[in-house]
């Protein structure tokens, strides 16, 4: 048989390509089947949970872990900021106890022109009054004199009075 015989000139040419007969064509494969899927047993379902449980834990723990030491870290650096304040609030108090002296002040006073009151005095000391003068002795008070209540005055008044006789007694000069 010739080619030419094989082949017909009917609607299924397409230009000069020619399509074999219906007879003559091949039938289509089958498709393979799948394999069959394999069931899982139940201690393999558990031994895979159990495992997948194990890795969330452990997570969990690096979690927790890191949270720890990221807090710690946050811990350790306010404590660090606060030894830092509490250094700082120690050199402001003893700048401030030192401006606060009254011979700073009087100092400042005096550089801008100011002046103390002649009402107010102050104590001086005098370096050698204290080690040259013995300590006096205490009178006795007298037992047959009625104790009379002084006079009653101003408390700034007998305040003033108690510290000039301490000053009197110690030594010290009054201006």
Not at 33 to 53: D, F, I, M, N
Request: glycine letters at 6%.
């Amino acid at each position: 048989m010739s080619l030419a015989q094989k082949l017909t000139y009917d609607h299924r040419t397409e230009g000069n390509l020619a399509l074999p007969l219906p007879s003559e064509q091949r039938a289509p494969k089958r498709a393979p089947k799948p394999a069959p899927r394999r069931r899982l047993s139940a201690v393999t379902v558990l031994l895979v949970g159990a495992w997948l449980g194990l890795i969330g834990f452990l997570m969990t723990l690096v979690y927790v872990n890191g949270q720890v030491l990221k807090e710690t870290y946050t811990l350790t650096s306010l404590n660090r900021q606060l030894t830092q304040a509490e250094q700082e609030n120690q050199e402001l108090r003893a700048a401030l106890v030192k401006a606060q002296s009254v011979d700073t002040v009087t100092r400042w006073a005096e550089a801008h022109g100011m002046q103390r009151p002649k009402s107010i005095g102050s104590l001086k000391v005098d370096p050698g009054a204290l080690a040259a003068k013995p300590e006096p002795a205490q009178e006795a008070p007298q037992a047959d004199a009625p104790s009379q209540a002084p006079a009653p005055k101003g408390v700034l008044a007998s305040v003033w009075e108690n510290l000039c006789t301490y000053a009197a007694r110690l030594g010290l000069g009054v201006r």
